[in-house]
């Protein structure tokens, strides 16, 4: 008697379920700006899963805020259907990934279903280009005091972009259902740009704010045909493009000129004390020319150059709680701790180092280590070369009552190195 008045029941919610998405249904009136193509895609923070893809997808209204989902086919290769994500820059969005095979180089027969309505579209063929993946960016730079900061990048040698598309993701803001920050930004640029003037009011209708954490996505574009970008700003001839990723906060009055951004990977595990690790990628260093680079809080950095880069010969810290610090440096075999002050250039004994650590950072000065700009360091090297080595932020947990101690930490080296790899599994998301 009890099962048969659940089987009773159980039909009758299913049939309740069913009239309601049947009832609230919207009726999909539009699929355009298909596209397919290869994206290679660097580490971030921001939730973009890294590593070398194929993302395909359309604008399809009613997208993402109304609960459109997207299905897909290519040959035996089946993927159910997931939510489509809406941007602030583009509410029609509904795109997607998976690994990049070159086998995966034809169409993608795709299914749109909103409650009951039901439509379909088939992408086009990847482009024959795709073969080979576009190179990122390099020495990307920030400069200038506000919300209206410049942003500059090299583009590398023997890669000529068709298009350059600059993305800002605002990761102080809420994550998408894909776990992707909201891209709040999106312009697509002309084919030999290198810089970047952040406008007074995003395209999303918000400025930078204060206090918020931004990441910049760079885009180095092949398109079919070598033409620009269909309507300046979609995804529908593009064959191939990289996406960099590099974080950025607004700089206050009195930051040096211009400050070098890095990649930042996911944060690990808060218990390890380490905060997630600033990658940079600055070529043709020049010996004795000063470089800066640059919850929760940060009370000491530890600095690493990466393989085959010139030792460091000075470092230079920024004026930051009582302006004291504690360096830490191997000096042969011994450790030294070398008591030093801010503003002020202290040289590491000849021949430099490859390693040292930075602490003594107050607890009460609230340091963020997501804030990529908030400890600038200059830095010089004892001879020309690439810096592609890594700032990692040494941190501890505050609590609303009282500061919790420094944790010990050791000096580690060639342990930080964090490469620019790319990551052999991704989630099924995609973005613009």
Not at 58 to 80: K, N, W
Not at 317 to 334: E, H, K, M, S, W
Not at 394 to 419: H, K, N, Q, R
């Amino acid at each position: 008697m009890f099962l048969r008045a659940l089987t009773v029941l159980t039909s009758s919610i299913l049939a309740l379920a069913v009239a309601f998405v049947t009832a609230h249904a919207t009726p999909i009136t539009l699929i355009d700006h298909l596209n397919n193509f290869r994206d290679t895609r660097g580490v971030n923070d921001v939730g973009v899963p890294p590593g070398d893809a194929i993302q395909f997808g359309a604008d399809v209204t009613p997208g993402g805020l109304q609960g459109t989902t997207l299905g897909a086919v290519q040959g035996t290769r089946v993927l159910v259907p997931t939510v489509c994500n809406a941007l602030a820059v583009n509410a029609r969005n509904c795109s997607r990934s998976v690994a990049f095979t070159p086998t995966l180089n034809s169409a993608w027969d795709l299914t749109f279903h909103n409650g009951s309505d039901t439509a379909t579209a088939t992408t086009p063929i990847i482009g024959a280009a795709a073969a080979t993946a576009a190179p990122f960016p390099s020495s990307v730079t920030i400069s200038g005091s506000g919300f209206t900061p410049t942003l500059r990048w090299t583009v590398p040698a023997g890669f000529t972009p068709d298009a350059v598309r600059v993305n800002i993701y605002d990761k102080s803001g809420p994550s998408l259902p894909n776990g992707v920050k909201d891209v709040v930004h999106s312009q697509a640029l002309a084919a030999g740009a290198t810089s970047f003037i952040v406008p007074t009011t995003l395209n999303s209708g918000q400025p930078l704010r204060a206090g918020n954490s931004y990441v910049l996505n760079i885009q180095l574009i092949e398109t079919a045909g070598h033409v620009p970008l269909v309507g300046g700003n979609f995804n529908d001839n593009i064959v191939r493009r990289s996406s960099a990723f590099f974080d950025f906060t607004p700089l206050t009055g009195g930051a040096p000129p211009q400050v070098f951004l890095p990649t930042v990977g996911p944060a690990p595990d808060p218990r390890l004390g380490q905060g997630a690790v600033y990658q940079f990628q600055v070529p043709q260093v020049r010996g004795g020319e000063t470089i800066f680079i640059d919850p929760f809080v940060a009370t000491g950095y530890k600095y690493t150059k990466g393989t085959g880069n010139p030792n460091f010969a000075s470092v230079t810290l920024p004026a930051i709680g009582d302006n004291v610090f504690t360096l830490l440096y191997l000096q042969g075999q011994n450790l030294t701790l070398q008591q030093i002050l801010a503003n002020t250039q202290f040289f590491f004994p000849q021949g430099g180092v490859s390693d040292f650590e930075v602490t003594g950072i107050e607890t009460s000065a609230m340091l963020d280590p997501n804030n990529v700009t908030a400890f600038i360091t200059g830095l010089t090297f004892i001879a020309d070369g690439d810096f592609t080595g890594t700032m990692t932020p040494l941190i501890t947990e505050v609590s609303d009552l009282a500061p919790v101690p420094e944790p010990m930490t050791l000096l580690l080296f060639g342990a930080t190195m964090a490469g620019m790899g790319l990551a052999r599994g991704l989630r099924r998301s995609g973005g613009r």
